[in-house]
């Protein structure tokens, strides 16, 4: 059983940077695939970035490339969210989920993530 806690989320202004941090523990962190997800009122939850269980794989949403970074730490089991030149349409709560996966590859079908942690609220004004 993988359990995960996201913090780092906040109120930032247009243009800003935040950085959120996702901790796993119950697991060997470097077999799961990890992505960050989002869901902003209204809205159906959209993945926003994705990592493979080496790091060495990823995958970001059209609306946040060239924005955001994904990045893992695996000996501190740690995925994080670099996120600059955030934008009011960023606004959402963001979740971290994990999936075990056999072969070192992102995993993009959302339903297949087993593991989802509690979500961090971003909150971008304009």
Same mark, same amino acid.
């Given at each position: 059983?993988?359990?995960?806690?996201?913090?780092? /989320?906040?109120l930032v202004? +247009?243009? /800003?940077?935040? #950085?959120l941090?996702?901790a796993?523990?119950?697991?060997t962190?470097?077999s =799961? +695939?990890m992505?960050?997800?989002?869901?902003?009122p209204g809205s159906?939850?959209e993945?926003?970035?994705l990592? %493979?269980g080496?790091?060495g794989?990823t995958d =970001?949403a059209? %609306?946040?490339k060239?924005r955001f970074?994904?990045s #893992?730490?695996? +000996?501190?089991?740690?995925?994080?969210l !670099?996120?600059?030149s955030? #934008?009011?349409e960023?606004t959402?709560? =963001? =979740?971290? +989920?994990?999936?075990w996966?056999?072969?070192?590859?992102?995993?993009? !079908?959302?339903?297949l993530y087993?593991?989802?942690?509690? /979500?961090?609220?971003?909150?971008? %004004?304009s």
């Open positions: 059983q993988v359990q995960l806690g996201e913090s780092g /989320g906040g202004q +247009a243009g /800003g940077s935040l #950085r941090s996702c796993a523990s119950g697991g962190f470097s =799961y +695939a992505g960050w997800f989002r869901q902003a159906e939850r993945f926003v970035a990592i %493979s080496s790091g794989n =970001y059209d %609306s946040v060239g970074t994904i #893992r730490d695996n +000996a501190k089991n740690t995925v994080y !670099e996120m600059n955030l #934008r009011p960023d959402a709560v =963001y =979740y971290c +989920a994990a999936v996966s056999l072969v070192d590859t992102i995993v993009v !079908e959302t339903t087993d593991y989802w942690g509690q /979500g961090t609220q971003v909150t971008v %004004s």
